[in-house]
């Protein structure tokens, strides 16, 4: 009897096994058949024949065209993979995972294995990998270790349109190892049409178009500008949601914080709305959103109901999302900005450029005509936004480029191939900071200090902390420090509906008024930065510095901080405000730090945002002698010497 009841169960087993196979084997189908269907899948044959013929090409093809998710397939399916692997770059972090993800399923592999990807702080490669996703700012790096790429047989720079920093560095790496490798291929991928451009910088390399199927898209402006455009944009889309025909919504927003707190107000309208309203599915995506909530954007609609997605600039051309037919477009992004004088970088809330405006409009025309919202006039967009956007490059702090530069022995930065150029006070600026923090000698040289702190995949303020924290002894408190900054601003999570209870848990780790970078070590749980943390106990290992502790040293620790950070120093003013001690500008200590009540002297922050005021983020008080200490080249003792006990006429001596 047992045995046939063990019969009947494996016989079960066998069926639920079979089923699922079938199911799996079922889904395989279905997602090849659905790759025939994209725009590029005609001109599969030509679009190999031309790399064959070609050493370096510039594509073009619409967003959702098939460009990043179907090209290097082919090129797998052709055999490029059996020389080296095919590696694909991304700007953003979460395109290069989903895309994985996407191509994984294609081809029914495990997401790791033959399709991977690799972001700062994540490899999700093996040695089976044979087509490589990865973030642009990832590739770089990879030059440190192997300066020809001898592990690949193509480079696919993708969204080259996007011109982050990190694309138009490697823009000149690949230009250069391409003279010397011919059997690289090179493949520049874009979805805008000023390839041009791309095509001049690679000496005329052929442009090969992808024509898109594009639907006619009806444009609306507002009639006059819009004094809340977070507030219009939920009105806009609820209204689009109770009087439009089926179709799922897109709604650019600039920011986490902002895409937080429109579906909390889109929730608590909708629920106002009655139950007659149709569902209406909010989805948003950002870049730090967790993994298992990505998938969500790509689920298809249920019938019957519609999906608003509220994105940032991700979903302009690195991510497609099917079925959208509406578009709603404030006009705004964050974007990064420098001010190469007093080196200082800040994040802003700035107007699109039209391109951008042209590109966000597109995605409601792919799978039939849509409509894009514009919550601006048409006036703003003919006379106000600009034709294209700036390029990274000219617009950012250099030093981490210029330091790996450096360190793959391109000292001549002057005369890099730039696609264009960056701003010679902004190169120079940077020189300058490295030269502070004693990555270069005084002519311009790499030093041993600058060797170690360009093995660490972190800003050079930061690899300076960790570099220093040997001298202080104090190297395993300060990468807890630096992996959990590594993470953001995700650690003290605060839902909008317990706040006072997650800023109280918040205070807990304040107390003592050790200040920010102190209350990060306290709280040390996460996984992700945990996970950070392990990296970097690997790279101290690689640069010859011990891990030691210094639990009860918390100057040492300031200390450290201080060793990467000097150049962020700020003095308190009579009036509660600070003044940052080099470039004098009045600042401020963010309303969620420690120190906020506790206004210390002197201090030195982390970063800069600039919000209704410019705050300092990430604060940690000093004392001003240090700084002279720490970086006698960078401060003199004038420049810490309190104003109450020597008074000086305003700007004298302030000169640099
Ligand atoms: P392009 O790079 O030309 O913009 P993609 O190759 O990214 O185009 O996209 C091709 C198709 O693959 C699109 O229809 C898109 O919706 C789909 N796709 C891409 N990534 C995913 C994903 N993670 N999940 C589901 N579908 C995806
Ligand atoms: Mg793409």
Redesign the pocket.
Known sequence: INASVMDGDKFDELQTELHEQSEAQSALEKLQA?RKT?P?YRYRDELLKAVHDHQVLVIV??????????IPQYLHEAGYTKRGKVGCTQPRRVAAM??A??VS?EMGVKLGHEVGYSIRFEDCTSEKTVLKYMTDGMLLREFLGEPDLAGYSVVMV?EAHERTLSTDILFGLVKDIARFRPDLKLLI?S?TLDAEKFSDYFDSAPIFK?PGRRYPVEIHYTKAPEADYLDAAIVTALQIHVTQSPGDILVFLTGQEEIETAEEIMKHRIRGLGTKIAELIICPIYANLPTELQ?KI?EPTPEGARKVVLATNIAE?S????GIKYVIDPGFCKMKSYNPRTGMESLLVTPISKASANQRAGRSG?TGPGKCFRLYTAYNYYNDLDDNTVPEIQRTNLANVVLMLKSLGIHDLLHFDFMDPPPSEALLKSLELLFALSALNKLGELTKVGRRMAEFPLDPMLSKMIVASEKYKCSDEIISIASMLSIGNSIFYRPKDKQVHADNARMNFHAGNVGDHIALLKVRSMKRARDIRDQLEGLLERVEIELVSNPNDFEAVKKSITSGFFPHSARLQKNGSYRTVKHPQTVHIHPSSGLAQVLPRWVVYHELVLTTKEYMRQVTELKPEWLVEIAPHYYQLKDVEDSTSKKMPRGEGRAS
């Open positions: 659905d994209l590029i093809g619409e967003t959702g065209s098939g460009k990043t998710t179907q989903s895309v993800a996407r399923q993708d991928s979805a992808i998938a790509f051309t991510l497609t999302i099917d792919r």
